[in-house]
């Protein structure tokens, strides 16, 4: 079992700015767990976390991998966030590359194919389209969680990125609920080139919870 | 600590700015060094990556002569010029600064280590 990153660093008043880790973080961390020998066998040397939030899941990714065999880079539209991804980094000794940025706007054109690990917990509650509108703009916590129509608002913009962003082994890795219509996200990726595994899924209070894994097809 | 390894990846993305907006520009970068762990196989398997000219143009800019103008070859890459890579990659830190892109000059702040590539509302495609 693979220690849970050290957050010790963070306090009651980063978690009024940053995503806390709740159970959608710990399903893709054991996900990533149950691949780690997979993970390490790919040998992949570009990772991208989309929402890194707290930096929580990048440096579990690094203590599987080894923080010196990949570079890990982490994108999240809050400026906060990435501050405590930076610090979460130090804190467990990886080197992680944390920029405030939109989703992979500011990679696509020098990442294309080059991604060997893509990670996405993504704001995933439905709600009203406008609200997700404004959490987004305004970057505050409500856009860790919120949304919009299905759920999907923002995971349906990374989506359509994820051929291009994908290197010809690479792994994306999407926590979704199942309000999210899990199928049919699957449906639309196999459109595209992409193998899907449910790697785990979980209830969580009123949550049903999944991980999906997406390659590309042989 | 916006790293060359970084700012080697990043690109200016306003809307319609598609030519000439790579790499960005530093201006005022305050810089760190900081030793990093030498791995060559990531070295290695990273290098086919690199845009080199504009990897050599950064490091200049930051006061750094170590890399060949020409990206060698593959096969050419002694234990010297590995060295001068992990360095120039992984160990110059720009920690305040901007980025300024060629293209458009639109202006990417770095502060505390850490680039803000969020675009305002009517420069995003």
């Known amino acids: ?218 | 600590m916006v790293r060359l390894i970084t700012h080697n990846l990043l690109a200016c993305h306003v809307k319609g700015c598609n030519s000439n907006n790579f790499p960005l520009a530093f201006d005022g970068p305050q810089i760190e060094i900081r030793e990093a762990e030498f791995n060559s196989d990531f070295l290695m398997g990273f290098f086919p990556k690199i845009e080199w000219s504009a990897l050599v143009n950064a490091s200049r800019q930051l006061g750094d002569q170590s890399l060949p103008e020409q990206q060698p070859d593959a096969e050419n890459i002694d234990d010297a010029l590995l060295k001068a890579l992990h360095h120039v990659l992984l160990e110059i830190h720009v920690e305040n600064g901007k980025m300024i892109c060629p293209n458009c000059s639109h202006i990417y702040p770095i502060s505390n280590g850490i680039p803000n590539m969020l675009l305002a509302e009517h420069e995003i495609a």
């Open chain 1, 1 to 218: 079992m693979i220690p849970t990153p050290d957050l010790s660093h963070l306090t009651r008043v980063d978690y009024e700015h940053v995503y806390e880790p709740a159970e959608d973080t710990f399903i893709l961390l054991d996900a990533l767990e149950q691949d780690a020998a997979e993970l390490q066998s790919s040998r992949p040397l570009i990772c991208l976390e989309i929402g890194s939030g707290s930096g929580c899941v990048s440096a579990f990714l690094a203590k599987i991998l080894g923080s010196k065999a990949c570079l890990f880079l982490c994108t999240d539209i809050n400026s906060y966030a990435s501050r405590c991804t930076l610090d979460t980094g130090h804190q467990n000794r990886a080197a992680l590359q944390p920029v405030v940025a939109s989703l992979a706007d500011p990679f696509l054109e020098r990442l294309g194919h080059n991604v060997d690990v893509l990670l996405f917990n993504p704001p995933y509650v439905p709600t009203v389209s406008q609200d997700w509108q404004s959490a987004q703009f305004g970057k505050s916590l409500e856009g860790a969680w919120a949304g919009g129509t299905d759920g999907m608002q923002l995971t349906n913009e990374l989506l359509m990125n994820v051929n291009h962003l994908l290197s010809p082994r690479g792994r994306f890795y999407l926590v979704a609920l199942k309000a999210n219509g899990i199928e049919n996200i699957q449906q639309r990726m196999l459109a595209f080139g992409f193998a899907s595994k449910i790697c785990l899924q979980r209830r969580a209070g009123r949550e049903h919870l999944f991980v999906i894994r997406f390659q590309r097809m042989p």
